[in-house]
């Protein structure tokens, strides 16, 4: 798997609406046993990848910029990893958690 170094300031991601409830949206592939956030480089790739996640029916779903960093700084402590997507669900680029510095 590929690491990014350079991550856009900005990236697209879903916020997950569960009542008064807002957190980001993570998705987990079963095949390789990984959890991830899915990400997008603009507001349509977003929009049109959401029929391709797996969405729980009672919640609601929207697409916000969100600055890169916090967006990693809120995943890192959950060892989820970021994937950018393109609007048909595709991997672009993924960004693993850093090991451990002993």
């Known amino acids: 798997m590929s690491e990014t170094t350079e991550l856009p300031e900005w990236l ?14 993570g998705q987990h592939e079963q095949e390789k046993d990984v959890f991830f956030v899915p990400a997008f480089n603009s507001q349509e790739d977003g929009q049109a990848c959401l029929q391709y996640l797996q969405k729980m029916p009672e919640r609601k779903y929207e697409i916000h910029a969100m600055r890169s960093a916090e967006v990693i700084n809120t ?21 693993a958690p850093a090991p451990e510095q002993q």
């Open 12 to 25: 697209w991601i879903v916020i997950e609406k569960d009542g008064e409830l807002e957190r980001l949206f």
């Open 75 to 95: 995943i890192e402590p959950y060892n989820y990893q970021l994937f950018i997507l393109d609007s048909h669900g595709q991997v672009l680029e993924s960004l």
